[in-house]
């Protein structure tokens, strides 16, 4: 077991690059199934936990998998013969569900092991199944294993999907591909790795039009061949780094963005009285004074994303007056507020509203990384905290940010990774 140790107190400065965006590779790895022939070349891949296991549950199916440099992989997907993703490593994060569509599509058949990842709340997958369902699969759930499969071929279909759901979008986008006829997902998700899987996908000759709006047609192709492809920068890592910035009264350049995919955080940091420069693939967050509390409500892009709410939280402990955060997304998007509270935070949860009364200062603590973006949060409370802080159970951490400490210590913080 690995831990971090961070002395806090320390303003960040200097730059940053950000890496790929995890939510896009998660989907464009199980989309390479899709090809018929061709090699992949698919670079600004995060080097983290999740796409490491992606490589294997690939390797395993019978794909040729070769790094080609940092952030780079060959992929060659003819020895891909099997419609079975059952290993551990597909137990182990939440978008293995993606070879689900891919699968289908590919061999009219797929059985996957049922999804694991973090425990932020009940994460059901009925929209996904409902929209294989509409193109004329039958899906079953036996022992723990996903079964879809379909007699004679996936049909194009009208799809309404009754809540927005990123994976259900891009799940349904996937089997769609080489569907019969068109497909049309309406109250589809507008995030910005769902336009860049539609980007892939198009990049391999599939017809996908409508991509970042709520309205997604998706024209049948017959074949589909590989690519080489550029994964965008993660909105999610430039916005921790960004919190990191305006929590540690630091002055730190962002390098590797897209501003526009970052309004939504740069508005509330501004509301806090955070200072925010706009480069074109650059981010400067600089703050001088303590920032002012602020209410937040996490919605669906192009609203304040749920994955940002936690280390925002962090944010709101420090900040002068009260602030609020409603969890509109998961229900169990809270757990980290009893660490914070370890570290001298003052929060009430009830239900799906945080009150948060700032405080001066947190001091340091031993905590534990509840979830991905919740051990983000702790990483944040340990750079602003005084004293030392200690923080187990970062393999969560390791599941969505490259290289974290590394890329902090280069901004003058002191963090180390420990056995």
């Not at 979008?169 to 769609?176: F, G, H, P, R, Y």
Request: glycine content about 10%; charged content about 25%.
């Amino acid at each position: 077991m690995e831990k971090l140790v961070i002395e806090g107190g320390i303003p960040l400065k200097g730059e940053v690059v950000i890496g790929g965006a995890k939510n896009a590779a998660v989907a464009i790895l199980p989309a390479v199934i899709l090809a018929d022939k061709g090699e992949f070349v698919i670079e600004n891949l995060p080097q983290i936990e999740d796409i490491k296991c992606l490589e294997e549950i690939l390797k395993s199916l019978g794909a040729n998998v070769e790094e080609v440099g940092e952030g780079a992989l060959k992929i060659d997907v003819k020895g891909v013969k099997d419609f079975r993703a059952l290993s551990e490593e597909v137990k182990k994060m939440r978008a293995s569900y993606y070879l689900l569509g891919s699968l289908l599509a590919k061999f009219g058949r797929a059985e996957v092991a049922f999804p694991g990842g973090c425990p932020i709340g009940v994460r059901p997958i009925d929209q996904h199944i409902k929209g294989f369902e509409a193109m004329g699969a039958k899906v079953t759930i036996e022992h723990g294993v996903i079964k879809a499969y379909t007699e004679s071929g996936l049909k194009g279909a009208h799809i309404f999907l009754d809540v927005v759901s990123v994976g259900a979008t891009i799940n349904i986008m996937l089997a769609a591909t080489k569907a019969e006829g068109v497909t049309i997902i309406e109250n589809a998700a507008k995030e910005p790795h769902v336009v860049d899987v539609a980007n892939f996908l198009n990049s391999m000759g599939a017809k996908i039009k409508g991509a970042g709006t709520d309205v997604i047609k998706i024209y049948g192709v017959k074949e589909l061949e590989a690519c080489n492809y550029s994964v965008i920068p993660d909105q999610i890592e430039a916005g921790t780094y960004m919190v990191a910035a305006a929590a540690t009264q630091g002055d730190v350049v962002l390098k590797n963005v897209i501003p526009k995919h970052l309004e939504s955080i740069t508005a509330k940091l501004l509301e806090m009285g955070v200072i925010v420069e706009e480069g074109e693939d650059t981010v400067r967050v600089y703050c001088k004074k303590r920032p002012k509390g602020v209410n937040i409500k996490t919605l669906p892009y192009p609203g304040f994303p749920t994955d940002l709410q936690q280390p925002m939280s962090t944010l709101c402990t420090i900040a002068e007056g009260v602030s609020i955060i409603n969890e509109s997304i998961w229900e169990g998007r809270f757990k980290h507020c009893d660490e914070l509270k370890r570290m001298g935070a003052k929060i009430k949860v009830e239900g799906r509203i945080a009150v948060i009364e700032g405080i001066d200062k947190l001091s340091g603590a031993e905590v534990a990384a509840t979830d991905l973006r919740g051990g983000a949060a702790l990483v944040v409370a340990g750079l602003v905290a005084d004293g030392v802080t200690e923080i187990t159970n970062i393999r969560h951490i390791d599941r969505g940010y490259e290289k974290i400490e590394y890329k902090l210590q280069k901004l003058g913080a002191k963090i180390k990774r420990v056995k």
